[in-house]
């Protein structure tokens, strides 16, 4: 009898066990959800460097709008610098600007907070032609589970993400213009043709987004 009662307390012990053990698991799956090809692109509202607010769902509900691209963003990191440098991101803004394509820049390093001064002169150096977003405290970043700058989103206009991944297929930025292919301007072009996007999700490359801790 008394072994029984044993073996009962023990079944029981597990279950709770396990139970506790799936709530926690269930609890850092949301903590750690990103935005998800197919699914609803998550909202927000943030100021840019100047100050000025953007709303994503206001600039989805707009007539002209066709598709939003966010583009995380770090005036510090090479390979942002590589790219600003060549304009990479602003020739594309100037491409699909008259076609509803809005395209967002979204600072989630934390370090860079107060120095919106300082990414102000850098972008004007870079002829950045597309309003960088501040995220410092990671919250938007987190949300859509950024990992390099840049990692490149793209919201059709009804508020799904069809794209995520690099910018280009040239991580060293060894290849000429006319040998690159540019994910980003692919998936546009399906987006606005109403296509589903072949290549909806790769890897992204660049540094790491410096979350805080």
Not at 6 to 11: D, F, M, T
Not at 81 to 88: D, I, P, V
Not at 178 to 190: C, G, I, P
Request: proline share 3%.
């Amino acid at each position: 009898m008394r072994s029984r009662i044993l073996r009962l307390l023990s079944i029981a012990i597990v279950c709770v066990a396990w139970a506790l053990m799936s709530g926690t698991a269930g609890a850092q799956s949301h903590d750690h959800a990103h935005a998800t090809i197919g699914k609803p692109a998550p909202m927000f509202t943030l100021k840019d460097t100047t100050g000025k607010t953007h709303s994503l769902e206001d600039i989805l509900k707009k007539e002209d709008t066709k598709a939003v691209v966010l583009e995380w963003f770090n005036h510090t990191c090479p390979i942002c610098a590589r790219h600003g440098k060549a304009q990479t991101m602003s020739k594309l803004v100037d491409k699909y600007k008259d076609k509803g394509v809005v395209w967002l820049g979204i600072d989630s390093t934390h370090y860079n907070e107060g120095k919106e001064s300082e990414i102000n002169e850098t972008i004007k150096k870079w002829g950045v032609n597309y309003p960088i977003l501040t995220d410092f405290n990671g919250n938007v970043g987190h949300l859509y589970g950024a990992k390099t700058t840049p990692h490149m989103f793209i919201i059709d206009k009804k508020g799904a993400v069809v794209y995520t991944g690099a910018i280009d297929d040239d991580h060293r930025g060894k290849k000429p213009e006319t040998e690159r292919t540019v994910y980003v301007a692919d998936a546009l072009d399906q987006v606005l043709a109403g296509e589903t996007v072949a290549n909806a999700q790769n890897k992204s490359y660049g540094c790491s987004v410096k979350y805080k801790q």
